[in-house]
């Protein structure tokens, strides 16, 4: 591995972008009392943060923004200023044809040019497609045509640009962002060594050093990896239902061969990360990556399975119950997000299927969502948010579609004689 350069300091690092990414970043720098310059284009989210507050739900974020923000070590600011380091974490979607979108990358790069400066170190963190890293050297070049760049003047460049994907898992931010390896890939090995010596600030795993094109690969390749295995269980749990089987006791026993680990099926796969990297992989390379096409079609399509169920489910009771109307069945959704105990609604599959249910059932659909105070715009009309107690007593059909810790601890009496459609397999009928 390289030794870090000697000369290097950075007394003042920048963020672009304070999201989910972002605002545990800044406020991990600045907890080592470095001067951090946050930046986004949010006009609220800047005010927010400056009075120590967030706009996110991550656990202990609060705690350490607060404290950073009062010590002077942490300010929010809508214009980049001059800084050391400049930590790209701005959001890479993908557009319409599943193309990934540089956008907000480019907007950033836009932004920090003016105030770079000789020995000023780059780090792209978003995930994002292979050459990307280049790219944003082109774009900076082009912009500053009075400082030289690594891509074209190698180690003897006023500036150094690497990649250094987060990998942090959504819960687990501020663990995780301090004691993850992380991979590093510099356009040059020198930009790869500035690039550890800065997170070595507060990171305690070990540092990878690589090229930034297998940096971008390596974080694509990790969350393909996981999409690819949670379509194997969202597949096997529809064949398991069609056959009768229990998936999650299938699981389980499986899982006690020392050589198999299959992940949990689920609703679908959601969340800004799983259910969008691997078109980076896929979008470019068509004819070479069937398998995790076919895993993005598998999970994609698990919501529609949910909804087809349902349906049936509907049919059944009104066949049983002669007298009864599809308006006298109230459907209860447990969970709005994309994944347990966080409050983050982005592209989740218990969503778009409590927006699918709300549009097609003509009685009362009540969702509950302990990390919500109120329900996005588009369900406001449609959907009732009520506590857990309360709609479980209205309930006719139930589904669990997110295992919040707070729906663990609901005991089978509340809703044993209920239809119950589990998606998460946390609750058992006595
Ligand atoms: N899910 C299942 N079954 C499982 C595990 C997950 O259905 O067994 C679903 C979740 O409910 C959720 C989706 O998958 O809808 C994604 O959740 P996740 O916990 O797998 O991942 P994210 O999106 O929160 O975070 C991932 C992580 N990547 C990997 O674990 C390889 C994280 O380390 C990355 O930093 C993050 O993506 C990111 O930012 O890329």
């Known amino acids: ?84 380091a400049f930590l790209i974490t701005v959001p ?44 944003v050297d082109s774009w900076l070049a082009k912009a500053r045509p009075d400082l030289t760049f690594p891509q074209v003047h190698g180690e003897t460049s006023d500036i150094r640009i690497a990649h250094c994907p987060e990998r942090v898992l959504p819960g687990h931010v501020l ?6 390896d992380r991979v590093i890939g510099g356009i040059t090995p020198k930009c790869s060594a500035a690039a550890v010596q800065l997170y070595k600030m507060f990171v305690e795993g070990e540092c990878f050093i690589t090229n930034a094109r297998t940096a971008e690969m390596c974080k694509l390749t990790e969350n393909s990896f996981r999409d690819v295995n949670i379509a194997f269980a969202n597949e096997l749990s529809m064949i398991c239902d069609k056959l009768d089987i229990n998936v999650w ?32 992989i896929i979008s470019p390379n068509p004819a070479e990556s069937n398998l995790m096409r076919t895993a993005r079609e598998v999970n994609d399509y698990k919501p529609l399975w949910v909804i087809t169920k349902l349906k049936k489910e509907i ?40 927006e699918k249910i709300a549009k097609f059932h003509t009685g009362p659909v009540i969702a509950v ?45 509340k809703y044993d004689t209920k239809i119950l459609m589990d998606l998460r397999g946390i609750w058992q009928k006595e």
């Open 175 to 180: 663990r995780e962002l301090v004691q993850n």
């Open 369 to 413: 969502e302990p990390h919500l105070h109120q329900l996005p715009t588009n369900l406001r009309n449609l959907v009732q948010l009520r506590d857990a107690d309360e709609a479980l007593s209205e309930a006719t059909i139930i589904l669990m579609l997110v295992d919040h810790q707070q729906f663990k601890l609901v005991t089978a009496e």
């Open 92 to 135: 890479t979607p993908f557009k319409e044809d599943h193309q990934p979108d540089l956008g907000y990358i480019q907007s950033a790069c836009k932004a920090i040019a003016p105030v770079l400066k000789k020995g000023d170190l780059i780090i792209l963190e978003s995930t994002s497609p292979v050459g990307a890293t280049e790219q």
């Open 1 to 84: 591995m390289l030794e870090p350069l000697k000369n290097q300091t950075f007394q003042r690092v920048s963020i672009i972008g304070l999201g989910y990414i972002g605002l545990p970043t800044a406020a991990m720098f600045a907890s080592r009392k470095v001067t951090v310059i946050g930046v986004d284009i949010n006009p609220e989210t800047i005010d927010i943060i400056n009075r120590g507050e967030i706009h996110i739900v991550e656990p202990e974020l609060d705690i350490v923004v607060r404290a950073v923000v009062t010590e002077g070590y942490l300010k929010a600011t809508l214009k980049p200023e001059p800084a050391d």
């Open 249 to 280: 006791e299938l699981i389980r026993l499986a899982n006690r061969h020392p050589r198999v680990n299959i992940l949990q099926p689920g609703p679908g796969v959601g969340g800004h990360c799983i259910a969008v990297d691997p078109w980076f």
């Open 315 to 354: 049919a059944s009771y009104l066949t049983d119950m002669s007298q009864k109307k599809a308006e006298d069945i109230t459907i209860v959704c447990f969970g709005l997000t994309f994944k347990p105990n966080i409050d983050d609604l982005r592209e989740s599959p218990a969503l778009e299927i409590v």
